[in-house]
């Protein structure tokens, strides 16, 4: 069974850092190119970033908004996700989810994980 | 930045037929993705690559695409069919990805 579980979510201050963690089963996750998805409370879905499979070069983009605040990362060793965010905004505000799009026409998503800033 | 443009919402009784439309400058050459979300859960992928379907999605549900305007048709929309529906597709570069802005559709 497939299985994506997103943690780390939290309240935090503007300004500060948080960390969220998406432990993947269930499929090869060393060939997998992961995406990161956030939905603001009573919003639309926005992309947040992707990283490439290290075996395709381990290359993370992201959009414009966490550009150069947020950090995309893999740990193949153990089938996890990474999203080092810094610098947060009362806007990043939102529900986390990650997620893989496969060839062939499938989907895997997370759960997703709160983080909200507030002061 | 890219932008995919949906209408916000779409409503239609039991058994009508439901078009909701995305529009992006880069559609002509990239494929899109159709997702289906219903309150508190995660979305589930309805068409892949402008056309296709997805194992277990029911076959009232189609794509197609035509110029930079992708269309997920819904035939003989169903109450449970209910939902927000997001387009999903890439930028001319093929790094950076985006969601249309949802269209929220009413079965009643």
């Known amino acids: 069974e497939v299985q994506l579980v997103e943690s780390g979510g939290d309240l935090v201050k503007p300004g500060e850092s948080l960390r969220l963690s998406c432990s993947v089963s269930?499929?090869?996750?060393?060939?997998?190119?992961m995406t990161w998805v956030r939905q603001a409370p009573g919003k639309g879905l926005e992309w947040v970033g992707r990283?490439?499979?290290?075996?395709?070069?381990?290359?993370?983009e992201y959009a414009a908004p966490v550009k150069g605040r947020f950090t995309i990362s893999r740990d193949d060793s153990t089938s996890t996700l990474f999203l080092q965010m810094n610098s947060l905004r009362p806007e990043d505000t939102a529900t986390y989810f990650c997620?893989?799009?496969?060839?062939?026409?499938?989907?895997?998503w997370g759960q997703g994980t709160l983080v909200t800033v507030s002061s | 930045s890219y932008e995919l443009t949906q209408p916000p919402s779409v409503s239609l009784s039991p058994g009508q037929t439901a078009r909701i439309t995305c529009s992006g400058d880069a559609l002509a050459r990239k494929y899109v993705y159709w997702f289906q979300q219903k309150s508190g859960q995660a979305p589930v992928l309805v068409i892949y690559?402008?056309?296709k379907r997805p194992p277990g999605i029911p076959e009232r549900f189609s794509g197609s695409s035509s110029g930079t305007v992708a269309t997920l048709t819904i035939s003989g929309a169903q109450v449970e069919d209910e939902g927000d529906y997001y387009c999903y597709s890439n930028d001319r570069s093929g790094n950076v990805w985006v969601f249309g802005g949802g269209t929220r559709l009413t079965v009643l």
């Open positions: 997620m893989t799009l496969w060839a062939g026409g499938a989907a895997d």
């Open positions: 990283i490439r499979s290290n075996s395709d070069g381990g290359t993370p």
């Open positions: 690559e402008d056309i």
């Open positions: 269930g499929f090869t996750f060393t060939s997998a190119w």
